[in-house]
């Protein structure tokens, strides 16, 4: 009983400090050193970062303003939701061209 007692008080006062760390530091993808001001930073030579995909990003319940999806039916592309509270539903969505990616010269 002694045992379990420490053991679930040292749990308690453990479960703070992994709390402290996820909300203070930002998250680094193959960077031991991400930048401070992303909340992710992902570093990559060879490979890109696949966003969520979606068949309809207006079909989406209550989008969070800067929320960002790929939509896969209809016009496809990137869409992002501008924020725009006072705007019919699905209106505030926005489509971002399709451009080529070209690789860095130099």
Same mark, same amino acid.
């Given at each position: 009983?002694?045992?379990? =007692?420490?053991? $679930? %008080?040292? %749990?308690?006062?453990? +479960?703070? %400090?992994?709390? %402290? ?5 930002? $998250?680094?993808? &193959?960077?031991? *050193?991400?930048? *401070?001001?992303?909340?992710? !930073? ?6 890109? @970062? +696949? =966003?969520? #995909?979606?068949? !309809? *990003?207006?079909?989406? @319940? ?6 960002? $999806? ?16 006072? *705007?019919?539903? &699905?209106?505030?969505?926005? #489509?971002?061209?399709? #451009?080529? +990616? #070209?690789?860095?010269?130099?």
């Amino acid at each position: 009983m002694k045992h379990s =007692l420490l053991f $679930v %008080l040292a %749990l308690a006062g453990l +479960l703070p %400090l992994g709390t %402290l760390a996820q909300s203070t530091g930002s $998250v680094g993808i &193959g960077t031991t *050193a991400p930048d *401070a001001s992303a909340a992710l !930073d992902i570093v990559s030579s060879t490979k890109g @970062a +696949l =966003l969520p #995909r979606v068949a !309809d *990003a207006t079909a989406l @319940a209550a989008p969070a303003p800067g929320l960002l $999806v790929y939509q896969t039916g209809g016009t496809a592309g990137f869409y992002y939701n501008a924020g725009t509270a006072a *705007a019919p539903a &699905g209106s505030s969505w926005r #489509r971002r061209p399709a #451009r080529p +990616l #070209r690789p860095p010269t130099g």
